[in-house]
């Protein structure tokens, strides 16, 4: 079984090859906002705060068999529809967004967890009122950038100008305890959530960066949340505090496209390849194929690791937000909406297939 490496700070009815075998796990945490929108506005949140003097239930790490699955960069994806009817792409990235609405970590090899990637998307803003702080209201999350510690049993978040602040990732074994810790219930779109504020050291360092009142949030592990769009045959595929589904995967192809096309059709001569790609902040960036043909894919895997592709990922004004800077502007997305329809979609959501 691969180990969890970091790297640095930051409806064909084709099958799969035959000695591609299923997964037994679900998933977590993939992009925000998309094609399928309930009637509630994802990334809506509401939270009740219940005052403890003692200390919040502990958070119990997962449990992973001996069969635990994880994915790693370089490996060989075999996928399913598309042009030809099945093919291959390599997984070139993978990045995991434990703070919602944060910057991206970037790591070679994760686990895959009880709801996902192990840690991702399981921590959210929110703000004095309750409600969910995403970078559709505050583009400077972008500049909270993350990393896990696994050994350490920490997450460290840091921002230029303000140092940094660390969070246990289970437990609460060294954070100073305050009232405003407890156990909290909250609704991300339209699903009820249970979790843990994560105390006011957290609070503090937070508001300060991004210069309003808010509050760290943490999701309790055990809770589950079914994603509204499952594979078909299986409906146990949960989230975390994700919007859509597990994971969103775009491929480098389709991002060279539509970086050339801004190129031509734009006087942004600024943008690069990395700048395009962290505005769409995928889970999985895979290398192969012509642009968009992932949009035909009905199954993609690895090993034994077998996903189902779940729907297109519709974007919204957050792709205008400059990852590196916290600016935002009108593009990518009045191109998209020029060339890709009102709906603008770039990328696929991926889950479990079982």
Known sequence: NKQPQTNGQSANTNTLPSEVLSLNTSHLGAGEGGLFAPEIPCGAAHVMITPSSSSPPLLQPAAYSPKSVSLCVGDVMHTAGGRDGSGTVTLEKIFLYPVKSCAAFEVSCWLLGAHGFQYDRLWMVVNERGSCVSQKQEPRLCLVKPVLNLEGNRMMLSAEGHGSISVPLEGDTHMSLSPRIGVCQTTVCGDRVMGTDVGD????????VIS??????RQ???NQRKAKKQPSGNGGVTLSLANEAPFLVVARSSIEWLLSVLRESTSENSFGYDDVLMRFRPNLVVAGGLPFEEEGWSEIATGSAVFKVTGLCGRCQMICVDQSTGK???EPLQVLLSFRGSKATFGVYLAADN
Request: net charge positive; aromatic share 10%.
């Open 212 to 217: 309003r009142s808010c509050r760290l949030w």
């Open 328 to 330: 935002r502007n009108t």
């Open 201 to 208: 050291e957290a609070a503090m360092w937070l508001s300060a």
């Open 220 to 222: 309790d592990p055990q």
